[in-house]
């Protein structure tokens, strides 16, 4: 079984809306950060969003209004809605789930970074295809 388990994606046409969910069974200390990141052909890893423990919320610039990143606790589930989808977010989606970086700067001793260096766990990919 996988810690993480995704699900949704698929293809879209510009300026549509897709969801992808994710369950995790990662230990819960590894899930203080969730997060979505995305990998289009040829590029490297990208975070598109981040949630905390707490539901407080970070995104990449290009998703901010269009993309919403939220998290289940007791379901220990992770979602993504994303709306105005366009060519460019075209990639293979993951789900990750971190300890997060310790800091007295962020609300609860930790920060959620969109970095890949701060996530343990990853799910296998959802392929998303935005095209006319």
């Known amino acids: 079984r996988e810690d993480l388990v995704e699900s949704g994606g698929g293809s879209v046409q510009p300026g549509g809306s897709l969801r992808l969910s994710c369950i995790s069974y990662a230990p819960p200390i590894f899930t203080n950060c969730m997060g979505w990141f995305r990998q289009a052909p040829g590029k490297g890893r990208e975070g598109v969003a981040s949630v905390k423990r707490d539901g407080k919320s970070d995104y990449i610039g290009d998703v901010k209004g269009r993309f919403t990143i939220s998290r289940d606790n007791a379901r220990n589930s992770l979602e993504l809605r994303m709306d105005l989808l366009n060519s460019e977010d075209t990639a293979v989606y993951y789900c990750?789930?971190?300890?997060?970086?310790?800091?007295?700067?962020?609300?609860?001793?930790?920060?959620?970074?969109?970095?890949?260096?701060?996530?343990?766990?990853w799910g296998q990919g959802t392929q998303v295809t935005v095209s006319s």
């Open positions: 990750a789930a971190g300890r997060g970086l310790p800091s007295q700067l962020c609300g609860g001793g930790y920060c959620c970074r969109l970095s890949t260096s701060d996530y343990t766990y």
